[in-house]
């Protein structure tokens, strides 16, 4: 069986946006002139494919990344052509910043994306932090400025918003005919004709000259584009230089480079909504986004031998692949989303997890659109498919050829900041929450489960409130959990400003073999890594730790030494000032002293516990706490009300800029003071402000913030 489709032909790209930009509106867009779906689906009548799952639909908010094949003939190419027909792979992302995990995770495995943005408002807050992902995952993009139909809508501010506060590689490749209820289409600059959009649901593309009020206009921006395009070829800036014209083809070849290598980021204008400009963006993706083929070979690790080991977009090479995604699917079980980078892999055959080191079969591949489900016998380099039933299977696994091990690079999640205490309503409850939560955990790596050693109750820890109050609402639903919660609480967190160092010995006789453990320990803040120096053997480094071993000589024979990383680990999960998990900090094994018969690894760990503790108590230990970045949209008159309420929050304002009719300000604020804000800034503001929240950094709490945080947790 030979693939359908050939790699050159393949795009493998998602869509992504601040919530509201009409992200999913556009998905629709996409099924529907890609004859996926005969009936465009609408978010706000709750009848999406992509926002399939219940409190999608209810909320009118994306929360998972939803995966859709569907294959789409250029505009350009006779209906009739179809060997010019391209298969899309998209994931429609979550725009809300609770789910941000979703994105980077889609990222991770995408080859580019479409960035829609609010012609109204222009870049958002949460624009900046896809965008930011997309830099870290060197994802090529289009820009997409949706929204032109509505009030107040500006392409102009929208594309000099992304020029200033995302890309001065952002170049505009069209511009709108009319704006709000006069927009009525959109010119292309490159080709220099005006495209209207026909029909009930804009499906009739129709091409004309471009309106005499817009000719000067659309020559002004053809001249700024072509400038920007010629600056990334030589030849054809020498051609440009010369006044010749250069042919459209050839400066395709020069934009689809220039766009892989992300040097220019086109821009496209429209209303999803109103169905207009979509289409030219789908060609634009088959145009100027990367196939697997065009995108560098995948990095690994040799888990035998650890050197690095590259894998090429091929069916040739052997198999690898990146579970990015869990999903709990109520009518065929657990689906585990991969993305294969090389070699094939068939359903029937063994599944190899590099990362685990074990083998599962591979009964059934699935390939989705949206909630149906395709099965497909085998999939191929480049391609996004879900095994079915996996057990052992977690986000950020390897699969590959056993004979040819690789682990691919993790892909990496911040940390939950909000927590809650959760308990099960009856005793019946109690035996399926244990198992809901693990299964909801095992789908969303920002999501996690603990228990409070002291008083036995289940913590759950998440994003922020949203993310947590859907968890919970999933348990009921999905698998009909009934649990009270507790109040939010804030993940805070401890670490040391200073330098401190501790000897302890643990001895303990009782006839017979005793025990006998004694190290030395350094303690000091947990500095970055110089750039380009290579870590050295004795050196282990973690997100928030580092463990040194500087023992010479063997006074500690090298078996004990994971014994005493150990017992330093544990100890940071209980701080010293109120108990609070440790962060960030340098530990240093100097010395110590061993026992022919009594020395064992559990004396170690308890003496390596002991003396971090005492150590600690003595490097100026403090609590730290999340700071959020907040952006708070609203009219003008309310301002003043709302920055005395930021600083009455330990707030600092840095800034405001106009966005339409409203003031957008930007603060840094601590997230314990944000519990229950939206409502208050509602009643500050007649109902007319919102807020967006997202994490930022941690920061040291002020000395008597902390003692009251010590004294609530005594």
């Not at 494919?49 to 995966?67: C, H, K, L, N, P």
């Not at 949206?370 to 016998?377: F, G, M, P, S």
């Not at 299977?393 to 939950?416: G, R």
Request: with cysteine; hydrophobic share 40%; net charge negative.
């Amino acid at each position: 069986m030979n693939r359908d489709y050939p790699l050159e032909r393949v795009r493998n790209f998602g869509i992504i946006a601040h919530i509201d930009a009409g992200k999913t509106t556009t998905s629709e867009r996409v099924l529907f002139y890609t004859g996926m779906t005969h009936k465009i689906g609408e978010v706000h009548e709750g009848d999406t494919v992509t926002d399939w799952m219940e409190q999608e639909r209810e909320r009118g908010i994306t929360i998972t990344a939803a995966a859709i094949t569907c294959f789409w003939n250029p505009t350009y190419m006779p209906k009739t052509d179809t060997t010019k027909k391209v298969r899309f792979n998209i994931i429609d992302t979550p725009g809300h910043i609770d789910f941000t995990a979703e994105v980077k995770r889609s990222l991770r495995v995408l080859d580019g994306a479409v960035v829609v943005f609010d012609g109204v408002a222009g870049v958002e807050p949460q624009s900046e932090t896809n965008w930011r992902y997309a830099d870290e995952s060197n994802v090529p993009r289009l820009c997409f400025i949706n929204k032109l139909d509505r009030m107040g809508a500006s392409f102009e501010k929208s594309y000099a918003s992304i020029l200033e506060r995302l890309s001065k590689h952002a170049v505009r490749f069209q511009i709108p005919i009319g704006l709000e209820g006069d927009h009525v289409g959109v010119i292309d600059l490159l080709h220099m004709k005006a495209f209207y959009f026909d029909g009930d649901m804009g499906e009739k593309i129709r091409q004309e000259e471009i309106p005499a009020d817009l000719l000067e206009d659309a020559k002004m921006y053809r001249a700024e584009m072509i400038e920007k395009i010629v600056e990334n070829d030589d030849a054809q800036m020498a051609q440009y230089l010369d006044g010749k014209e250069i042919p459209i083809e050839d400066l395709k070849i020069t934009i689809r480079k220039a766009v892989i290598a992300n040097k220019i980021f086109p821009v496209f204008a429209g209303s999803a909504l109103k169905n207009k400009g979509v289409q030219l963006v789908l060609d634009a993706v088959v145009d100027y986004l990367p196939s697997p083929l065009d995108m560098p070979p995948v990095k690994g690790i040799n888990p035998d031998t650890g050197e690095e080991v590259i894998r090429h977009a091929s069916d040739e090479e052997p198999f690898a692949a990146l579970a990015f995604k869990l999903q709990n699917d109520p009518y065929v079980g657990q689906l585990t989303f991969f993305r294969v980078y090389s070699g094939t892999i068939e359903a029937g055959t063994y599944l190899y997890n590099s990362t685990t080191g074990k083998k599962e079969r591979l009964g059934r591949i699935v390939r989705l659109q949206a909630n149906e489900r395709e099965e497909v016998k085998k999939v191929y380099a480049g391609e996004i498919a879900a095994a079915v039933g996996l057990k052992d299977a977690l986000t950020s696994h390897t699969f590959c050829d056993e004979t040819n091990p690789i682990v691919l690079e993790k892909i990496k999640f911040m940390e939950p900041v909000v927590s809650l205490r959760i308990e099960p309503k009856t005793k019946a409850d109690q035996e399926k929450m244990g198992m809901a939560l693990r299964k909801l955990a095992n789908e969303d790596p920002t999501f996690k489960i603990s228990t409070n050693s002291e008083t036995g109750e289940t913590i759950i820890s998440g994003m922020g409130e949203l993310h947590l109050e859907i968890m919970v609402e999933r348990m009921k639903r999905e698998f009909t959990v009934e649990a009270n919660v507790g109040e939010p609480q804030v993940a805070y967190r401890e670490t040391i400003l200073g330098t401190a160092e501790a000897e302890y010995k643990y001895i303990k006789q009782t006839g017979g073999k005793g025990q006998y453990g004694h190290v030395k320990l350094n303690l000091k803040p947990m500095e970055p890594w110089p750039e380009g120096e290579k870590i050295p053997k004795t050196t282990k480094r973690y997100d928030d730790f580092e463990f040194v071993n500087s023992i010479k000589g063997g006074v500690i024979p090298n078996e004990f030494i994971p014994a005493v990383e150990k017992g330093v680990h544990e100890a940071m999960d209980r701080g010293i000032v109120a108990g609070f998990k440790m962060v960030n900090i340098s530990c240093e094994l100097t010395y110590g002293s061993y026992h022919d018969v009594d020395s064992s690894e559990i004396a170690y760990k308890i003496a390596a516990s002991q003396a971090f503790q005492d150590a600690a108590k003595r490097a100026r230990p403090v609590i730290l706490e999340p700071i959020m970045r907040l952006e708070v949209v609203a009219p003008e008159k309310y301002m003043g009300d709302i920055n005395g309420s930021i600083a009455s929050k330990r707030g600092q304002v840095e800034g405001s800029e106009p966005k339409g009719q409203v003031l957008a300000i930007h603060a840094k604020v601590p997230l314990s003071e944000m519990f229950g804000y939206t409502t208050q800034l509602r009643s500050m503001t007649s109902g007319q402000g919102s807020a967006m929240m997202e994490f930022d950094h941690y920061e040291v709490v002020p000395a008597n913030v902390a003692l009251e945080i010590a004294e609530k947790r005594k």
